[in-house]
């Protein structure tokens, strides 16, 4: 039996930030359902998930440097029907509601069957890879951010310590040599 992924083709799209606000089904233009049928054509359709997914009672508004970008979890379902699969949640809005929110982001995209990297409960997660399989084939992803504030990086856990819930920090040096 030979299976599809090994004729090699995978087909991917690649799209920027995602942040929805209000339901994404109801709308009927056609050059939105040309959209729609484009993303879906693709065996992934990734995309960085700009926002926190949470019910209004999970977490608190943190420091940002701007507004706190928050998702009704049954939103998921809107970007699913689009045909997103695959999602990054490592940047500079994941911690918008704490540590909490962080957490009821992760927990809200296991429920909706998500395959979501970048964040999680503690370092060892947040930079643990995930796995899309497709009949095309699997994808692995690892997400990390280079802008953060400090207090935003995932903690690493220890036997006598949970480690702290957030991202998946890329860190960098910057060098300047003078003659």
């Not at 090994?6 to 089904?25: F, I, K």
């Amino acid at each position: 039996m030979s299976y599809e992924s090994a004729n090699g083709r995978l087909r991917l799209w690649v799209a920027g930030d995602l942040m929805p606000t209000r339901r994404l089904v109801p709308f009927r233009e056609p050059s939105y359902q040309a959209l729609i049928d484009l993303i879906k054509a693709h065996d992934v359709a990734f995309g960085n998930l700009e926002t926190v997914v949470r019910r209004s009672d999970e977490g608190y508004p943190n420091f940002t440097q701007g507004t706190p970008m928050s998702t009704p979890p049954q939103l998921l379902e809107d970007l699913q029907w689009m045909g997103f699969n695959l999602f990054s949640i490592a940047n500079n809005h994941a911690t918008d509601y704490g540590t909490s929110g962080v957490l009821a982001m992760c927990a809200h995209l296991d429920h909706a069957g998500c395959v979501a990297a970048g964040a999680g409960p503690n370092l060892a997660s947040a930079r643990a890879p995930r796995y899309l399989d497709t009949p095309a084939g699997r994808v692995a992803l690892v997400a990390c951010t280079s802008f953060f504030r400090m207090w935003n990086r995932a903690a690493d856990q220890r036997p006598d310590v949970q480690g702290r819930p957030g991202i998946n920090p890329l860190a960098f040096e910057r060098i300047y040599r003078l003659p």
